[in-house]
């Protein structure tokens, strides 16, 4: 039968040399350039790595720049279309109140109008430039007009004196005989507060 020995031979250990001076320096100089490129390496992949989070970083601040300015452009548009309504719901209550303002002057001028008229005295026209009114008609006394003048300036809606500027005396009689003379008078309306 076969015989195997199982048990491990003690080899003899080698020992080592003792290195000399130069080896032991290249040694060292070998350990710290090695030491160095290992450094320098973690330093440039640290380097990179932060340069890579900063890219990213700057990526997701300027998509979300650009999505908040996609929001705000559309938000100047609806701004712009708010306003350019406001605009124009403002130039309709203004247009409101000036009718309403001016609704309420013919009115009250026509009342004034009709009730400073006198007896045998009638109105043919009425006329108004801005401030100024012109008011021909025809009467059967000069005293009926002369009345008509004094209503008109108690009135207080007439600025004193209420001129008149033409009367003539028509040519042909009204029925029964009785002169017509037609007038003109001329009154600046007094500007009231409504």
Not at 32 to 61: F, H, M, N, P
Not at 143 to 165: C, H, Q, R
């Amino acid at each position: 039968m076969i015989r195997i020995n199982l048990l491990a031979v003690e080899r003899e250990r080698t020992k080592r040399r003792p290195l000399s001076g130069i080896q032991a320096t290249q040694q060292k100089i070998t350990l710290a350039c090695s030491l160095i490129l290992v450094l320098t390496g973690l330093g440039v992949g640290w380097w990179y790595w932060t340069l890579d989070k900063q890219s990213k970083r700057i990526e997701e601040d300027i998509a979300t720049g650009q999505r908040e300015a996609e929001r705000l452009r559309t938000l100047i548009v609806q701004v712009k279309q708010f306003e350019t309504r406001k605009a124009q719901l403002e130039e309709r209550v203004a247009l409101i109140e000036d009718l309403r303002k001016g609704q309420a002057g013919p009115v009250h001028l026509i009342d004034e109008i009709s009730r400073s008229l006198p007896d045998l005295l009638w109105l043919t026209q009425i006329k108004q430039s801005g401030q100024d009114l012109t008011i021909s008609g025809r009467c059967t006394a000069m005293t009926a007009l002369s009345d008509f003048v004094g209503n008109l300036e108690l009135g207080g809606y007439f600025n004193k004196p209420v001129e008149i500027i033409e009367t003539l005396v028509d040519s042909q009689k009204a029925a029964g005989g009785v002169e017509v003379i037609r007038f003109t008078v001329k009154a600046t309306i007094t500007a009231r507060k409504t």
